[in-house]
């Protein structure tokens, strides 16, 4: 079955773009081969009864949107690419220039959720991503009604609506009169989230003429459901408002699963994260410097072979390079795992020198060297050779 629903796949990828496609699974059943041709025609002809759930996710997305004030649609996902799929949404849109032809539909998803994250992280430079997001689930509380044996389910934000960041105040209308500790649920789509225990000061005797609690919650951008603030009206005169008292609930909360993460475990954690990056920092540069030895090398081994080199070269140069090169290159190879990023350096840095004398010996063999001559060229070639030195160790430097 799985090998039928891989050709199935590849031959509505095959159609997507021609008129036919012949599709062929050995061994099917019993020794026996499958082969068929399939039209794009005869496809369409098989797919016909679900075409009415192509616009759905338009209509729906759409529906409280003036479509006149839509400049384009992003397809996003490989069926998508479907000819009959792209007919019906320019059928619904009205135009086929409302379906947006300069985005990667495979990595439009990704992109934007990546455009979307560091906008809400605040952290990094951006342009604006403005993204209106509707919440699937419904984010709602329980409390129990006095005299009630059942609990009293209140909506706070339903689902379908449009109520990231937003906040709701609700009065407890089922609790007008008491003074007892209030439990509070929250829930998202009927899991629990967390219950929260509020208490108050007061007694009966304290608000002879009733009680009111209020309480505010709240939906950030991250659908993280949460009681933001609570409080409770004790009323002493019902005939003078400005007797009423006001007083804030002290909460006590109980987590149904995952906790809040409290500031040691985020400063842990932001320390692991730090340590993960330097590690894969520390990795990369490694890398990077076993990509130039080997670069060093077969470039030492190539500059080797040269025929200018091989006829005015210094021969015991030229062959200490040459077992240089093999023996770093088996190195690399086999011994290399557990050396570190200097070591590897280093011997980067040894190839290169190498190289440097083999080059200035080779473009000054033509000329015949007095002592002082020769001096100079020594001179010269250790000025080099530091200046190498040098520039590895501000690399070095730089990249601590």
Known sequence: ????WQAA????LVLSANTETRISVESLYDDIDFRALVTREEFEDYTSENFGRINLPLINALSEFDINNLKSVILAGGSTRVPFVQKHLTTFLGSDDMIAKNVNADEAAVIGATYRGVSMAGMFRSKAANVTDIIFSDFEISYDP??????EFVSIFPAE???LGASKSVVLDKLNGSVDDVEVTLYNSGKTICKHILSNKYNESSCPSGTEFNLTFSLSDSKIFSLKQAYMLCHTDPTNTTLTKKTYLTDKTEYDGYKPMTPHIKQNSITKLKNIAKKEKQRWERDEAVNN??????????FLEEDEVLSRG????????????SQYLEWLEFDSD????????????EVQILKIKIKTYTELSDELLSLSEFEKMCNKTNEMVFKM???MLSISQQED
């Open 389 to 391: 030195q040098d520039f």
């Open 146 to 151: 006095i005299g009630s044996r059942y609990p």
């Open 161 to 163: 609506s449009n109520s």
């Open 9 to 12: 796949d590849k031959a509505k």
């Open 1 to 4: 079955m799985n090998r039928l």
């Open 338 to 349: 557990g050396a570190t990023t200097a070591d590897i350096k280093e011997k980067t840095e």
């Open 293 to 302: 030895l080997e670069s060093s090398l077969y470039d030492l081994r190539g």
């Open 314 to 325: 210094p021969l015991s140069l030229i062959n200490k390079a040459d077992v240089l090169v």
